[in-house]
């Protein structure tokens, strides 16, 4: 099953419910950095604290509007990846209280 990594499997669902919006809200929670580009693409990355823009080792990950619910679980766990915990991630994305 693809989404072993997450324990919390009642939550996944809810994942198709969430906005881009909810997870910039996650990235300022982690004071993560957002960056968009000048050309005015429709995605934005998410990167970690002390590193260029152009340093693939800050990135977290790229968001776009209108993700499926598959994409919102591989960004989930990209999140996962960089050390977050699970319940972290879904507090921030205001699925767990």
């Excluded at 790229?62 to 994409?71: A, E, G, I, N, V």
């Excluded at 996962?80 to 994305?93: F, P, Q, R, V």
């Amino acid at each position: 099953m693809s989404e072993e990594r997450i324990k919390r499997k009642e939550l996944i669902k809810s994942l198709s419910n969430t906005t881009l919006d909810s997870w910039l809200h996650l990235a300022e929670i982690l004071t993560l950095r957002v960056t968009t580009p000048s050309s005015g693409s429709s995605h934005c990355s998410i990167r970690r604290q002390g590193f260029d823009d152009n340093d693939i080792r800050g990135l977290v990950t790229t968001l776009t509007d209108h993700m499926s619910r598959q994409s919102k679980v591989k960004v989930f766990k990209r999140f996962l990846d960089c050390g977050y915990s699970e319940d972290e991630i879904w507090k921030g994305l205001g699925l767990l209280k």
